[in-house]
């Protein structure tokens, strides 16, 4: 995360007023709510998701689910967002705290499995996903993490590669071992996990031989996710977080 290495920009968060005006320009289909900065510290996220459901797009919420709370699980639940995608970068408790600084394991942890509880209590259609930033500091453990997630009830389990952002480069946790990665390839095709368990887009991820992003190709997210800032301003894609562009 750039905010750690000092982001430029003026920071803030994106009022409903606001998001209402941006909302009229667009009517979007899909909404991801995320961006550099954790959505549940705004105080108007629950009235943003409740207007764009009732105005029929599909909502997601990326959260790292350090606050997480009962009452903010309470208040998600109610507002129902299709899918809430939970960022853990490990189930070892070491990696985890030195990758995402700042947060505690076990309380993710915590939330997480609270959340799923009470999601599955209360009927909730509301799908719950779990985000892995592969880097070299967890790579190892890919096999071990989809196991372990498997048994807290997840629907669906999804990766990426950590990039650089703004002033972090990411340059040594881009330094993943190559034989490495074939192993943890290899045991993908033999992992067993429940049936209703979707691991496709991570398994799809981890065995595409351009795992390592060419900076050649033509990029495609201005026209696939776009994203715009709390303060209005809109750039081709949440990687650009320093309005570059």
């Not at 009517?27 to 961006?35: F, I, Q, R």
């Amino acid at each position: 995360c750039p905010l750690s290495k000092g982001l430029k920009r003026k920071q803030g968060v994106l009022k409903f007023d606001k998001f209402k005006k941006v909302y009229a320009e667009i009517n979007p289909t899909y909404l991801n709510l995320t961006g550099i900065g954790e959505p549940l510290l705004n105080p108007d996220l629950f009235k943003i998701i409740d207007y764009a459901q009732k105005k029929g797009a599909i909502v997601k919420l990326d959260t790292n689910a350090t606050l997480l709370d009962e009452k903010n699980i309470k208040k998600l639940l109610e507002v129902t967002p299709r899918i809430i995608s939970v960022s853990i970068d490990g189930t070892n408790k070491k990696i985890y705290e030195k990758i995402r600084k700042g947060a505690k394991f076990e309380i993710v942890v915590k939330n997480l499995k609270n959340l799923i509880k009470q999601r599955n209590e209360t009927g909730s259609k509301t799908k719950i996903h779990v985000n892995f930033v592969f880097q070299k500091a967890n790579i190892a453990e890919t096999v071990k993490f989809i196991k372990t997630v498997d048994s807290w009830g997840v629907d669906s389990i999804n990766g990426d590669i950590a990039l650089p952002l703004g002033a972090n480069k990411n340059l040594d946790s881009l330094k993943i071992d190559k034989k490495l990665l074939e192993k943890v390839r290899t045991e993908l095709e033999n992992i067993k996990t429940r049936a209703s368990l979707n691991i496709e887009h991570i398994m799809d991820f981890l065995k595409n031989k351009k795992f390592q992003r060419s900076r050649k190709k033509v990029c495609f997210y201005p026209w696939y996710y776009p994203s715009i800032t709390w303060d209005g301003n809109l750039v081709p894609c949440c990687y650009i977080c320093d309005n570059e562009i």
